[in-house]
């Protein structure tokens, strides 16, 4: 969400403008929304540590030194509660601190919520495998660790690109097998575990390709990206 995208605007005009470009980061003050099931773990994902996101705050493109938590967005983008034929909010009544706040013409009271602590997966999980299996899969997929590696991929050349292979087959196996094994729903697992590293690779400016037998090939994106 970008607040002040319209300094000559006074108030809201419901145009649905931001919410068809973006969803909202979580605050603490959300969790009350999950505790009263407006919002389902599975709607919402999480970014970690070091990804790389777009902030509308700055204007630029940052690594985040914070994990966040974020509602879905539609394939096509927007919030998953943009309800596109009638332009409204489907959770208007309940919906997340930064919505509330969000005037695009005043930066104001946005930044002061934007400023209060922001909910994280801990706030949410209290399984100790759970928990565990998260704390696993950072220290294996941790996004300082694969930067390290992209660093090192001229150097060490196919040795370095085979670990960041190994990571990332760790990462895209975790995810079923933690879903079949404590019967959690499939859609929850990027909550758990962030965005899949096959999809967030392209950071590092890499992409993954499948060969013919379902296996993983990584390249550069200049050479097989778009
Ligand atoms: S706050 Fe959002 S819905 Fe309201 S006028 Fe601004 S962009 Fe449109
Ligand atoms: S939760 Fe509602 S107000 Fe917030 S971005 Fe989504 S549709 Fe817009």
Redesign the pocket.
């Known amino acids: 969400?970008n607040p002040q995208?319209?300094t000559n605007?006074t108030?809201?005009?419901?145009?649905?403008?931001?919410?068809m470009?973006s969803s909202p980061t979580l605050q603490i003050s959300d969790l009350q929304l999950l505790e009263n099931g407006t919002l389902r773990k599975e709607q919402l994902y999480t970014i970690r540590a070091g990804e790389l996101i777009a902030d509308n705050i700055r204007d630029e493109l940052r690594l985040t030194d914070e994990e966040l938590m974020k509602l879905r967005e539609k394939p096509a983008g927007g919030c998953i509660f943009h309800d596109a034929d009638g332009n409204a909010c489907t959770i208007y009544e309940n919906r997340p601190a930064q919505c509330a706040a969000?005037?695009?013409?005043d930066a104001g009271e946005f930044m002061r919520v934007y400023d209060t602590p922001k909910l994280i997966r801990r706030d949410l999980v209290e399984d100790g495998v759970l928990l565990g299996l998260m704390e696993k899969h950072e220290e294996r997929c941790g996004y300082n660790i694969l930067e390290a590696i992209v660093k090192d991929v001229q150097a060490r050349g196919e040795q370095a690109l085979g670990e960041i292979l190994e990571i990332m087959k760790f990462d895209y196996r975790l995810r079923p097998f933690v879903a079949e094994k404590l019967s959690i729903p499939s859609a929850e697992m990027d909550f758990l575990f962030g965005r899949p590293v096959v999809d967030t690779i392209t950071m590092f400016g890499l992409k993954v390709v499948r060969d013919a037998d379902g296996g993983f090939l990584l390249t550069t994106l200049e050479n097989g990206g778009s």
């Open positions: 969400m995208s319209h605007r108030h809201c005009i419901r145009c649905g403008e931001c919410c470009k969000f005037a695009c013409w």
